[in-house]
């Protein structure tokens, strides 16, 4: 098995450039996901690894193998696609075993290889249907099944989940969660997906317009990001973010009634403008306050989601487990929050103040 290291690597069609320069380290075994919105070059990069497309710049390193511009075949990778495309005349059992076939395995390998696959992803019982007999969670079971009869050192999956029913893409990722522990084999996940990436990531890259905003375990970004776009990517709902000014040892807050809170960062450099970021999490509703006025409370069950407009123009979301019937669209309040909580980011450069 192998880790992946990908130096400097440049993307360009034509005279568009997509990637701008990727460092990245991928530690044999790790579950690596690759996050960030549409369009941000996700795919891109991993279908370079794959050798899907031709690198422009820098290299790709599979183990301690130069794979910059070996064929896909050589590479030790396979990949799974959003798209499943198995053969629809063909059995789970012989989808799963085409690409061993191809390659020319003998017959009773290949059997071996599919049954051991399909012990692993609960395929068993379905080796004799066809695709158009399972559901899309099988199906893609199917799709992921074929990946592992090869036994490629690194696991490629481009969205994979993606196509699925908001209760199965649950089921899967849990799957997917074992799988990897099971097989232990290095893999790279792509998703635009917060909530996946933080779920089954060993590291989470943040990819934005072809550059890694910040690399680091899931916690690690939500607890302590560099810049605005990784703390409002990362956690949901979003941060909410706040303009604010400096007034020496604090910010004051025009949202919160002008609210001064101290902090121990570092303004020196800040100008006079600031962000200010709180996760809803970590905001409570103060009813004796008058600032906000509630715009709309959403019940969840497990939590409720409260929206405040500011004076200002500016919305502010809570998360509360307290039942909040009481709060009727339109009551005035306020809300707390611990300063050690607050993240500060420069106006201009949204880089994180600390
Ligand atoms: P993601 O997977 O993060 O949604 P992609 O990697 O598919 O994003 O695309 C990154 C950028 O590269 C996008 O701006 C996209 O329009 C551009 N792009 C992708 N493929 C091509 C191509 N074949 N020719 C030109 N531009 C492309
Ligand atoms: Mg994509």
């Given amino acids: 098995m192998s880790g992946v290291k990908i130096s400097n690597a440049i993307k360009k069609y034509e005279s568009v450039q997509v990637i701008h320069g990727v460092d990245l380290d991928v530690e044999d075994g790790e579950f690596c996901v690759f996050v960030g919105p549409s369009g941000c070059g996700k795919s891109t990069l991993l279908r370079m690894i794959a050798g899907l497309e031709e690198t422009t710049g820098g290299t790709i390193q599979i183990g301690d193998r130069d794979v910059t511009h070996a064929d896909p075949a050589e590479r030790g990778i396979a990949m799974v696609f959003q798209t499943y495309a198995l053969y629809p005349h063909m059995t789970v059992e012989q989808n799963m075993g085409f690409g061993l076939k191809m390659n020319g395995v ?45 036994g490629p050192e690194v696991f490629l999956f481009d969205e994979p989940l993606s196509n699925l029913d908001a209760e199965l893409r649950v089921e899967m990722r849990v799957e997917l969660a074992r799988l990897h ?20 990531a060993d590291k989470i890259v943040v990819l934005r317009a072809g550059i890694v905003e910040q690399v680091g375990s899931p916690m690690k970004l939500y607890k302590d990001p560099d810049n605005k776009f990784v703390a409002g990517f990362i956690g949901s709902p979003g941060m909410n973010f706040l303009n604010a000014t400096v007034a020496s040892k604090a910010v004051k807050i025009p949202a919160f009634g002008d609210r001064q809170v101290s902090t121990s960062a570092d303004l020196s450099k800040a100008g006079t403008d600031i962000s200010v970021g709180v996760r809803p999490q970590h ?16 019940h969840l069950g497990g939590v409720t989601y409260v929206y405040l407009d500011a004076g200002t123009g500016e919305r502010i979301i809570v998360e509360t487990n307290a039942d909040e019937d009481v709060l009727e669209i339109g009551t005035k309040v306020s809300v707390s929050f611990e300063a050690e909580n607050m993240m500060l980011f420069d106006a201009k450069t949204e880089k994180r103040v600390r």
Avoid: C, F
Wanted: aromatic share 2%.
């Fill in 106 to 150: 003998e017959k009773d390998v290949i059997k071996q290889k599919v049954r051991d696959a399909s012990q692993i992803l609960k395929l068993d019982d379905y080796l004799d249907r066809k695709p158009k007999a399972l559901s899309g969670g099988q199906r893609q079971r199917v799709a992921i099944g074929r990946a592992i009869v090869r």
């Fill in 283 to 298: 905001l409570t509703i103060d009813p004796t306050g008058s600032d906000l006025s509630v715009n709309l409370v959403e």
């Fill in 181 to 200: 522990k099971e097989i232990g084999a290095t893999m790279i996940y792509v998703t635009h997906d917060q909530v996946e990436a933080m779920t089954l």
